[in-house]
């Protein structure tokens, strides 16, 4: 147990000890909403009392209940808990405690999250644990803030490419089996190990089970088909509309494409980029000799482009970026160009904080320790290109649209959630969208994914040389 501890990483005491401090006073204060904690609580409640989840009722009743003021503001809109049974079942436990306690357990629980991944990165590129914290700030501020559960994702990718790179394979596979909460992300990391490293795959074929098993327990067999046939649909209908999206579909929908169109191109743009990154991640965790880029390189990949890909998602392709910038062996500093443009969140209004935007350039000279170098000029340019976006953004921002009246049959009771939700949406926001201030705030983040795969498939030419080279000096 007394060598477990002196394994942690420099600073990890004090800075876990201030990192909950500051949770807390932000908790104090009323700061984080939780919204999302409530939606997916009530889905659990829902399922408890043996009515169906993904139905507008009775979740929306327990949505008003449960909520602020603010929610009862949309009327009779609802917000819908579009996951697995699996994945609801932590939050069904979770809704038996009183609210107050729920929604100050959630944000301890996202935190540790963050510090277990944290660790885990800092084991793989023996970084500073600190400035990692302060890497992931940003993030893990609006995770926090409107209860998502994918910072639980976060850490169970970046602890099963510490676990693949020690060899610990049934480890690796129940923590890639844990970013499972965040499905369509989750699943290509788990696809990768079960491809790449065939010692996981008698561990993942176990956890798929498991959760296939409980989500029959939580849900019953009928439910589960209708998840699949009806709520998952119905959801990526709905997300077209949201403003928070980064996914291909919504931009295509803000192009003129309709939105049937829209989401199966942005289906085809997911299913290529996953089959991108699972076989890139093979390709560059040979070059480097790093297996850890198995899971943690087709989670960055599929970001880009697909159908249903919010804000709060980017904190997964943190490791990876991190990682990278530590082990690249040609291109580094498009790595640390990427990585503060991930790590940081530009689509949220100007006046939200705005030293955790600028966390993440800050922190990059205490993990490259360095005073001055082609790094941080890169990073210099990238904290540029994201401050550009932001105050252009801001300053073409248009007024808000006057809500238009939401049809009354979607937001009957028997109907999928998705339904009411997707009709809330386009009331708020009458599509398609003019302003370009959408654009310009994704530009950054949309850059640093990009200029990730960049690094990571650059990686493969350097591979070539080197062999190239071999090759001559065989032959002479």
Same mark, same amino acid.
């Given at each position: 147990?007394?060598?477990?501890?002196?394994?942690?990483?420099?600073?990890?005491?004090?800075?876990?000890?201030?990192?909950?401090?500051?949770?807390?006073?932000?908790?104090?204060?009323?700061?984080?909403?939780?919204?999302?904690?409530?939606?997916?609580?009530?889905?659990?409640?829902?399922?408890?009392?043996?009515?169906?989840?993904?139905?507008?009722?009775?979740?929306?009743?327990?949505?008003?209940?449960?909520?602020?003021?603010?929610?009862?503001?949309?009327?009779?809109?609802?917000?819908?808990?579009?996951?697995?049974?699996?994945?609801?079942?932590?939050?069904?436990?979770?809704?038996?405690?009183?609210?107050?306690?729920?929604?100050?357990?959630?944000?301890?629980?996202?935190?540790?999250?963050?510090?277990?991944?944290?660790?885990?990165?800092?084991?793989?590129?023996?970084?500073?644990?600190?400035?990692?914290?302060?890497?992931?700030?940003?993030?893990?501020?609006?995770?926090?803030?409107?209860?998502?559960?994918? @910072?639980?994702?976060? !850490?169970?990718?970046? +602890?099963? %490419?510490?676990? $693949?790179?020690?060899? &610990?394979?049934? #480890? /690796?596979?129940?923590?890639?089996?844990?970013?499972?909460?965040?499905?369509?992300?989750?699943?290509?990391?788990?696809?990768?190990?079960?491809?790449?490293?065939?010692?996981?795959?008698?561990?993942?074929?176990?956890?798929?089970?498991?959760?296939?098993?409980?989500?029959?327990?939580?849900?019953?067999?009928?439910?589960?088909?209708?998840?699949?046939?009806?709520?998952?649909?119905?959801?990526?209908?709905?997300?077209?509309?949201?403003?928070?999206?980064?996914?291909?579909?919504?931009?295509?929908?803000?192009?003129?494409?309709?939105?049937?169109?829209?989401?199966?191109?942005?289906?085809?743009?997911?299913?290529?980029?996953?089959?991108?990154?699972?076989?890139?991640?093979?390709?560059?965790?040979?070059?480097?000799?790093?297996?850890?880029?198995?899971? @943690?390189?087709?989670? !960055?990949?599929?970001? +880009?482009? %697909?159908?249903? $890909?919010?804000?709060? &998602?980017?904190? #997964? /392709?943190?490791?990876?970026?991190?990682?990278?910038?530590?082990?690249?062996?040609?291109?580094?500093?498009?790595?640390?160009?990427?990585?503060?443009?991930?790590?940081?969140?530009?689509?949220?209004?100007?006046?939200?904080?705005?030293?955790?935007?600028?966390?993440?350039?800050?922190?990059?000279?205490?993990?490259?320790?360095?005073?001055?170098?082609?790094?941080?000029?890169?990073?210099?340019?990238?904290?540029?290109?994201?401050?550009?976006?932001?105050?252009?953004?801001?300053?073409?921002?248009?007024?808000?649209?006057?809500?238009?009246?939401?049809?009354?049959?979607?937001?009957?009771?028997?109907?999928?959630?998705?339904?009411?939700?997707?009709?809330?949406?386009?009331?708020?926001?009458?599509?398609?969208?003019?302003?370009?201030?959408?654009?310009?705030?994704?530009?950054?983040?949309?850059?640093? +994914?990009?200029?990730?795969? $960049?690094?990571?498939?650059?990686?493969?030419?350097?591979?070539?040389?080197?062999?190239?080279?071999?090759?001559?000096?065989?032959?002479?």
């Amino acid at each position: 147990m007394v060598k477990h501890f002196q394994q942690m990483p420099r600073g990890f005491y004090w800075s876990c000890l201030l990192a909950f401090v500051l949770v807390g006073a932000f908790y104090a204060r009323g700061a984080f909403r939780e919204s999302i904690l409530d939606t997916f609580t009530c889905a659990g409640q829902v399922v408890l009392d043996g009515a169906d989840p993904y139905r507008t009722e009775p979740l929306r009743t327990c949505e008003r209940e449960r909520s602020d003021s603010k929610r009862s503001e949309n009327g009779d809109a609802v917000e819908p808990a579009p996951l697995p049974g699996y994945a609801l079942a932590p939050f069904a436990l979770l809704s038996k405690l009183p609210r107050k306690v729920e929604h100050a357990v959630f944000p301890a629980l996202l935190l540790g999250a963050v510090i277990l991944a944290c660790v885990a990165i800092a084991k793989l590129t023996t970084f500073s644990f600190p400035a990692l914290l302060v890497v992931f700030a940003p993030t893990t501020f609006l995770n926090i803030l409107y209860g998502e559960n994918t @910072l639980f994702a976060v !850490a169970g990718i970046a +602890l099963a %490419g510490l676990a $693949v790179s020690r060899r &610990q394979y049934v #480890l /690796a596979a129940v923590a890639a089996s844990c970013s499972m909460v965040q499905p369509h992300i989750g699943l290509v990391s788990c696809l990768a190990l079960f491809l790449w490293v065939p010692r996981t795959r008698r561990s993942l074929l176990l956890c798929g089970v498991l959760a296939a098993a409980l989500s029959v327990a939580m849900l019953g067999v009928e439910r589960n088909i209708e998840y699949f046939r009806l709520a998952l649909p119905g959801q990526a209908l709905s997300e077209v509309y949201a403003d928070d999206q980064y996914s291909l579909t919504r931009m295509l929908f803000l192009l003129g494409v309709s939105p049937a169109l829209a989401i199966q191109l942005g289906s085809v743009s997911y299913v290529v980029m996953a089959i991108f990154g699972v076989w890139l991640a093979k390709r560059v965790s040979d070059t480097l000799n790093a297996p850890e880029f198995i899971p @943690l390189l087709p989670a !960055a990949a599929v970001l +880009l482009g %697909g159908t249903f $890909v919010h804000d709060v &998602q980017m904190s #997964l /392709a943190i490791p990876c970026a991190v990682v990278l910038a530590c082990r690249a062996r040609t291109h580094k500093w498009l790595a640390w160009f990427a990585l503060p443009l991930v790590a940081g969140l530009f689509d949220q209004p100007i006046w939200r904080p705005w030293l955790l935007r600028l966390a993440p350039f800050a922190a990059v000279p205490f993990l490259t320790k360095e005073r001055w170098s082609r790094h941080l000029s890169a990073s210099g340019a990238a904290a540029a290109i994201a401050i550009c976006a932001l105050f252009v953004g801001s300053a073409l921002r248009q007024p808000i649209a006057a809500p238009i009246p939401m049809p009354a049959d979607l937001l009957d009771g028997r109907r999928i959630a998705s339904d009411a939700w997707g009709a809330y949406l386009r009331s708020q926001d009458p599509p398609p969208s003019k302003s370009p201030e959408e654009w310009i705030q994704r530009v950054p983040t949309w850059l640093g +994914l990009i200029c990730i795969l $960049v690094v990571a498939a650059g990686q493969l030419k350097e591979r070539r040389g080197a062999d190239r080279e071999l090759e001559e000096f065989t032959l002479a």
